[in-house]
């Protein structure tokens, strides 16, 4: 072996032996065997700020609801005995608004403040068809404010939202996103429809129900109260009552325990069938024994010959093409109050007078 061959041999020796031993050698020299210094933050950006202190004046007026079922049979949010939802402290004098469905049926309901006081609460009111309760809970050490209530007729597709709830038992959680759409309907446990729902990007997962929808000035603007999901966890699609309809209905389960259902005793076709048929209108399938409508006069379909019967195609001079416009009549015409409705009956259009009464309570 020549000289320049051996001397090649030593630096590939060298070379390699260098990096084999280079780990070993930067572990020596440089592991951190102190406390590493800080990194000192960013400042936080805008939005986090205003996310941080909406959470942080919000929250502590967020409860948690745990509901004992009556029965083992009884439905309840997350399943088994014990259902667990959401609630807010609505006014001064500490009345909880939640969902119907996270009470329904309970022998005994709980709530647990941010502080982790927890205390006994009674049931005020339930509104099945609007999927609201009012809970009164027991003596509270420190009261949390009531949430500031904001409106949800000026809300727009895009706008950021935030929800604070307990999703799957998980206390003070807070998510946010905008507002998906508006004027959902969604039907409720009571065999009703809800109008003008909020439609959520915003994480809601079983938990969430009857929590706060906020906007961005930390507002309440709905109540979360359902998603669609075919696993049952949240797929970006939730929902929530708008805060109008809680601030029209929560105040009658205060005074009364339950909430006036304006209505006139009626029976309407599919929206989705009438549409594809061309009909624009509230097809009347048939109308209930001496209802407003019956004693007004108005003809559900001839079930002897299936022939269409009456079609609503305005009520005081607006339009009808959907439930929730001829119920948003009725709300603003307010129960005893009578209606104009045009009908359309056989290719032609008349006007028929009908009294408002309130089906909740099963006056005709």
Request: aromatic share 4%; hydrophobic share 45%.
């Amino acid at each position: 072996m020549d000289r320049f061959t051996r001397w090649t041999v030593v630096v590939l020796l060298v070379v390699l032996t260098a990096l084999t031993a280079e780990p070993y050698v930067a572990r020596w020299l440089y592991s951190a065997e102190q406390p590493r210094p800080v990194t000192p933050a960013a400042e936080l950006g805008a939005g986090e700020r205003a996310a941080i202190e909406l959470f942080q004046k919000v929250s502590p007026s967020v409860v948690h609801v745990f509901a004992e079922a009556a029965t083992s049979f009884a439905p309840a949010e997350g399943g088994g005995r014990s259902a667990s939802g959401t609630g807010f402290v609505w006014d001064a004098a500490g009345h909880i608004v939640t969902n119907n469905h996270v009470v329904e049926n309970a022998r005994r309901v709980r709530i647990r403040f941010s502080s982790g006081e927890i205390v006994d609460a009674e049931v005020v009111g339930l509104a099945p068809d609007n999927d609201l309760a009012v809970l009164a809970p027991g003596r509270v050490s420190t009261p949390p404010p009531p949430l500031a209530v904001g409106s949800s007729t000026g809300l727009k597709v895009g706008q950021s939202v935030y929800a604070i709830g307990n999703p799957f038992g998980l206390d003070q959680t807070l998510t946010t996103g905008i507002v998906s759409a508006l004027q959902r309907q969604l039907p409720t446990d009571g065999g009703a429809e809800l109008t003008d729902v909020i439609q959520t990007d915003a994480a809601i997962n079983p938990g969430n129900s009857g929590g706060p929808l906020l906007d961005s000035s930390g507002r309440l603007i709905g109540v979360n109260t359902a998603i669609f999901s075919p696993s049952g966890a949240s797929a970006g699609i939730g929902f929530a009552i708008p805060v109008d309809t809680v601030n029209r209905i929560v105040p009658e389960l205060i005074r009364t325990g339950r909430a006036p259902t304006p209505g006139i005793g009626i029976v309407v076709g599919d929206e989705a069938v009438a549409a594809r048929l061309g009909i624009a209108g509230l097809v009347v399938v048939r109308t209930q024994p001496g209802s407003p409508a019956e004693r007004a006069g108005l003809r559900g379909i001839d079930e002897a010959t299936g022939s269409l019967g009456d079609i609503i195609v305005a009520a005081e001079g607006r339009p009808v093409r959907r439930l929730q416009d001829l119920r948003r009549v009725m709300t603003s015409v307010g129960i005893g109050g009578s209606m104009t409705l045009v009908v359309e009956r056989n290719g032609r259009r008349f006007e028929v007078q009908v009294i408002v009464r309130d089906v909740a309570s099963g006056r005709r």
